[in-house]
């Protein structure tokens, strides 16, 4: 087993499943799915996810710094459906799409 798949099961072990699901950004149904092995969704961007949320991974954002991995993912899916309402958010639109740790294709935000 994962040892991001580890860490989901034994923070909802100690939490509830949807209380997991919020702080990672997803749906309960999402987690459990994970923990049952049958989501049919994007594994890896989960796992990037988990990894932020439960484990403190973090990545160098060009444009905020140093950021955790989850929130990373936010604002790649806020890039997917830009408005340009401050600077920041037009920075990240445009870092988002050729940035190294984007797991989200622009064309499936």
């Known amino acids: 087993m994962s040892d991001?798949?580890?860490v989901l099961r034994t923070a909802c072990e100690a939490h509830t499943q949807a209380e997991i699901?919020?702080?990672?950004?997803y749906s309960p149904t999402v987690v459990n799915?994970?923990?049952?092995?049958?989501?049919?969704?994007?594994?890896?961007?989960?796992?990037?996810?988990?990894?932020?949320?439960l484990m403190g991974e973090?990545?160098?954002?060009?444009?905020?710094?140093?950021?955790p991995r989850q929130r990373c993912i936010e604002h790649q899916r806020r890039?997917?459906?830009f408005a340009a309402t401050n600077p920041?958010?037009?920075?990240?639109?445009?870092?988002?799409k050729?940035?190294?740790?984007?797991?989200?294709?622009m064309e499936d935000a």
Do not use: F
Request: charged share 20%; with cysteine.
């Open 98 to 105: 050729t940035c190294d740790h984007a797991v989200i294709r």
């Open 4 to 6: 991001w798949i580890e």
């Open 33 to 53: 799915q994970v923990l049952k092995g049958t989501y049919p969704g994007d594994l890896p961007r989960v796992e990037q996810a988990v990894r932020g949320a």
């Open 58 to 67: 973090s990545v160098e954002c060009p444009v905020i710094g140093d950021l």
């Open 79 to 81: 890039a997917g459906n």
């Open 21 to 25: 699901a919020s702080r990672i950004g």
């Open 88 to 96: 920041a958010r037009v920075q990240l639109a445009k870092a988002c």
